[in-house]
């Protein structure tokens, strides 16, 4: 028993011995945190004025928070996991995600699940033109051009298979940041192996039979047949010069994957 007691001391030591450098603004996040807690335990604001007033407000109990249902992936483009931490925790940068992944495999947990990031930006994905509200964003340390590594990717893998547990996301809703913001982003990298993610249920990838496939339409139109932003039917490879996930090899036709991976798409 003292052997037990002596043993959580030198614990309780050795924790209070490493110094939080983001202290200070964890106590913002939580400040923050405390603010929309009380924004959500308020009465509900009374609706319009020229509506005609209930005589009480009737609260119902049968509720929870909303879920994300995408998850997208990232690179950081940047040196190092201690320059992006530092990143997310300046409000002068006015980005965030919910997860940081290291190079070396460590997890960093930014901000609740439940709580919307900045990570999307202006983007669109179908109908859906607020990613960031639906969606959780991780970001993977890598410069952009160098490989992804092993352990990173281990982690990557653990963190989408609990996210997609608890959430229920579909197959195909974990996508990149290029798939979104085609005209702007690229990431994460060419180097990403989305198709190593989608054989494990993450993301969708084509099928090899779809490069002799010359049928298909050239695609410029998202699933709902509109127009993608700054593409044109004169122009069906734009999309793949920016995402590289879609890129096919210079070989083949281009507008046929892209096609096959869009009718993928539940
Ligand atoms: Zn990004």
Known sequence: MKKMTMLLVLA???????RNPYAATNKVY????????????????????SLPATPYWVGTVNFNLRKPNY???????????????KTFA??????????????????YHLLSDYLRAWHGGVA???????????????????????????????SLLKVLGSLKRAYNIPVANFIGHGDIAPTRK??????????????????????AAVLTDTTAAPFASDSLGRPL???????????????????????A??????????RARP
Not at 36 to 48: D, G, I, M
Not at 186 to 200: C, M, N
């Open 12 to 18: 309780g030591v050795a924790t209070a011995c490493v």
């Open 186 to 207: 690229s990431d994460p990298s060419a180097q990403f192996p989305w198709q190593k993610l989608a054989a494990r249920g993450f993301g969708l990838w084509y099928d």
């Open 71 to 85: 998850v997208i992936i990232h690179h950081t483009a940047q040196k190092s996991t201690e320059q992006t931490l």
């Open 253 to 262: 036709p281009s507008s046929a994957i892209l096609c096959k991976l869009i």
């Open 124 to 154: 669109r994905w179908g109908s859906i033109t607020d990613i960031n509200s639906v969606s959780i964003g991780i970001e993977l340390d890598n410069d952009g051009a160098e490989p992804f590594q092993d352990a990173q990717l281990a």
């Open 30 to 49: 939580r400040r923050q945190a405390n603010a929309f807690a009380r924004q959500l335990q308020a009465q509900p604001a009374a609706p319009a004025d």
């Open 90 to 107: 300046q409000t002068k940068t006015q980005v965030s995600a919910h997860y940081v992944i290291g190079r070396d495999g460590q997890v």
């Open 229 to 251: 932003p700054g593409l044109t039917p004169a122009k069906p490879c734009a999309l793949s010069a920016t995402t590289p996930r879609i890129c096919p090899p210079p070989s």
